[in-house]
């Protein structure tokens, strides 16, 4: 089957989040299994060319924005087994990643105007056109408003709080005017005064999924729906979650180009230890901070927005000396007023001899993190699957979660299965997380208990094999 990704992000070289790893991991295993993937993003400036192989192809075509006709091109390249097109314009729009996730509609927008104009034109010809989230959400609607009559569209939301919200002013920019679609409410925003072209992606697409069978269910309540709750009642038939899975071959520490210690679950447990503890000294002594011996490293690798529970780690990293652990914590993309207040733990962190908090987005800081820590901390307020407690549970790392959307699916508390593999607690309050820090601290004072919680974690498969299976009957469902 050929399979399109378009998407705004992919791992590792244009990464802001979890996006970026599903787009690779998925692809990857896809194109494992015999079947012809390629993945569409725009060509920005930020990517490092060199970490692509060029395939030699180029497709020129023209394409248009505020009715000028714009020159535009896509350039085949691969990394790895994954063939990557990389689309570009005369229009100097594909600078940095990091804006994605503040709705930048402009850009987006004409990207899928751009891929709109490149689908009429290309070799290719895909059974399956897969778009992610609300960047590529247009598409669905766009492209059969223009005359594409080609394959069928899958959409995945990745996270409901963006929506790519706009008025008809910046449609028009790109062609698209209200006459030429069919149910004029279609991309109308269900509350607001604008258009919502999310709404539009999931009522176009022909199958809509999202990433994990909680936060399906979860979407379809005004909790967690972000307006679109009852929307998405209305297309039950056709939405489902499908699990993410994570990149069994890139988030491994047997094989981690970063660590410089690695370990594998068939070691056994005692050299498992034995390599995190050397990982956490050599990162300890790089990062220059004081490692206690015996006691605990808790970590967090996260964006630092509202979403991620970030005041609920402020408040438990600010107890360090009270409840006796040390911190790491690396933190991407603060506002102002998170800087602030996480610059101040830092500074009490390190104070104390306590740890530090990091900031920025460090991959190879994010990969030698899963590896020393022993908890890793994630009280998100939602959270559609999360990849973090996924890897943590690879690299041997006990995760501490709110039970919700995919962590819900995913991390077993001690309480209420033999089989646990982590710590969970239900609503976001300190004292709910803290008492499950509590709880993880007695059983990591029990040496033996704690060690098979490690193993029993570090064995489970939550790589893509699984789910790539979930997606290929999806794709089958409609070609
Ligand atoms: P989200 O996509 O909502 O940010 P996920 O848990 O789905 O959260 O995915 C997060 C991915 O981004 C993981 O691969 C994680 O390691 C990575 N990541 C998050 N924050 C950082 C950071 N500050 N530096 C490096 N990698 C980060």
């Keep these: 089957m050929q399979i399109l990704h378009v998407a705004s992000e992919v791992a590792p070289f244009a990464k802001v989040g979890g996006l970026a790893d599903v ?21 920005y400036q930020c990517i490092e060319k060199k970490q692509l192989i060029p395939e030699g192809k180029l497709e020129k075509f023209t394409t248009e924005l505020d009715g000028r006709a714009l020159n535009a091109s896509v350039r085949y390249m691969r990394f790895d087994n994954v063939p990557i097109l990389l689309l570009d314009t005369d229009q100097e729009y594909w600078g940095q990643l990091s804006a994605i996730y503040a709705e930048d509609v402009e850009r987006f927008t004409f990207f899928c105007r751009a891929v709109t104009d490149w689908l009429k034109v290309t070799d290719l010809s895909p059974d399956v056109i897969h778009v992610h989230d609300w960047p590529t959400a247009l598409l669905p609607v766009l492209a059969p408003a223009q005359g594409y009559k080609g394959g069928r569209f899958v959409f995945t939301m990745h996270n409901f709080e963006f929506q790519g919200q706009c008025q008809w002013d910046d449609l028009e920019r790109v062609g698209l005017k209200a006459q030429e679609i069919e149910e004029t409410s279609l991309l109308q925003d269900p509350h607001k005064r604008c258009l919502n072209l999310v709404k539009g992606g999931l009522l176009t697409a022909d199958r809509v999924t999202t990433v994990s069978p909680t936060y399906a269910k979860e979407v379809m309540t005004p909790e967690f729906g972000f307006g679109l709750e009852d929307v998405l009642v209305g297309i ?7 699990l993410n899975g994570i990149d069994h071959s890139y988030w491994d520490p047997q094989n981690d180009e970063y660590l410089s210690e690695r370990y594998s679950a068939s070691q056994g447990h005692e050299k498992v230890c034995m390599a995190k503890m050397r990982n956490k000294k050599e990162l300890f002594s790089d990062l220059d901070i004081p490692l206690r011996k015996g006691i605990p490293l808790l970590s967090s690798v996260t964006r630092l927005v509202p979403q991620k529970g970030i005041w609920l780690l402020h408040d438990l990293f600010s107890q360090a000396e009270q409840l006796d652990f040390q911190v790491l914590l690396l933190g991407s993309l603060a506002s102002p007023e998170a800087q602030k207040s996480f610059e101040s733990l830092d500074l009490m962190l390190r104070k104390k001899g306590r740890g530090a908090v990091l900031f920025g987005s460090d991959e190879r800081c994010a990969h030698r993190i899963f590896a020393a820590s022993d908890m890793f901390v994630a009280p998100s307020l939602f959270e559609p699957c999360g990849l973090t407690q996924l890897i943590s549970l690879r690299y041997g790392t006990v995760p501490i979660v709110r039970k919700t959307g995919g962590f819900a699916d995913t991390v077993v508390d001690v309480l209420a299965s033999e089989d646990s593999n982590g710590f969970s607690f239900s609503q976001p309050d300190p004292l709910l997380l803290q008492k499950s820090v509590v709880r993880a601290l007695e059983w990591y004072g029990d040496g033996e208990r704690w060690r098979s919680l490690i193993m029993r974690g570090k064995r489970q498969d939550f790589s893509w094999r699984h789910s790539v299976g979930g997606y290929m009957k999806l794709y089958k469902s409609i070609v």
């Design 23 to 43: 787009v690779m991991g998925l692809s990857r295993e896809l194109t494992a299994e015999g079947h012809d993937v390629h993945v569409l993003i725009p060509s």
């Design 236 to 242: 039950k038939d056709k939405f489902s979650g499908i």
